[in-house]
T-cell receptor, first 114, second 115 residues
Framework: DVKVTQSSRYLVKRTGEKVFLECVQD?????MFWYRQDPGLGLRLIYF???????EKGDIPEGYSVSREKKERFSLILESASTNQTSMYLC?????????????FGDGTRLSIL | AQTVTQSQPEMSVQEAETVTLSCTYD???????LFWYKQPPSRQMILVIR??????QNATENRFSVNFQKAAKSFSLKISDSQLGDAAMYFC????????????FGDGTTLTVKP
């Protein structure tokens, strides 16, 4: 089974801090994704990566950046955290770009910015 | 752009009974896949079932089945013999042939199962 591991289940940070959310997958998947999940808004794509050192903006990239130095690891960075970034963050991966590929999700990180 | 709409924010069902969750989508693509995912409280989101647009036969996975109406752009999920463990948020998702693997998700439906 694919294992997608997010480094923290719960995280509390302060406004203005630089925040790192880490995600690791163990199945050699090509593509990795970061979403935020808010009540009534579903999942919104922040950034995705289709290869090492490659990244593309999703629907809501403002205030975020990402890093993929190794195939298995995809990091989400909040450059200067703000209270409106309090949310649940989900990492996901897929084997390749085929439309039949389901997403494999991590457990999520519930981030609170105070 | 593709959109996915789940019109039922919340649904409830009695244990052992059947419930149907609705999903509609909008697309101009001819080939695509549709998915239902389940997110139990405080647990990982997992795939429930998927359907290819070119397949006329509705997908089935044990107690879970879909009613795929391509012309109506409707993709509902039927859960038979509901169990307490089915309580979760359910998301409908779309991936098109030209989407480069990116999913478009609905807003989710929270399903409560009453004992």
């Amino acid at each position: 089974d694919v294992k997608v591991t997010q480094s923290s289940r719960y995280l509390v940070k302060r406004t203005g801090e630089k925040v790192f959310l880490e995600c690791v997958q163990d199945m050699d998947h090509e593509n990795m994704f970061w979403y935020r999940q808010d009540p009534g808004l579903g999942l919104r794509l922040i950034y995705f990566s289709y290869d090492v050192k490659m990244k593309e903006k999703g629907d809501i990239p403002e205030g975020y950046s990402v890093s993929r130095e190794k195939k298995e690891r995809f990091s989400l960075i909040l450059e200067s955290a703000s209270t409106n970034q309090t949310s649940m963050y989900l990492c996901a991966s897929t084997y390749d770009w085929g439309p039949n590929q389901p997403q494999h999700f991590g457990d999520g990180t519930r981030l609170s910015i105070l | 752009a593709q959109t996915v709409t789940q019109s039922q924010p919340e649904m409830s069902v009695q244990e052992a009974e059947t419930v149907t969750l609705s999903c509609t989508y909008d697309t101009s693509e001819s080939d695509y896949y549709l998915f239902w995912y389940k997110q139990p409280p405080s647990r990982q989101m997992i795939l429930v079932i998927r359907q290819e647009a070119y397949k006329q036969q509705n997908a089935t996975e044990n107690r879970f089945s879909v009613n795929f109406q391509k012309a109506a752009k409707s993709f509902s999920l039927k859960i038979s013999d509901s169990q307490l463990g089915d309580a979760a948020m359910y998301f409908c998702a779309y991936i098109g042939d030209t989407n480069a693997g990116k999913s478009t998700f609905g807003d989710g439906t929270t399903l409560t199962v009453k004992p």
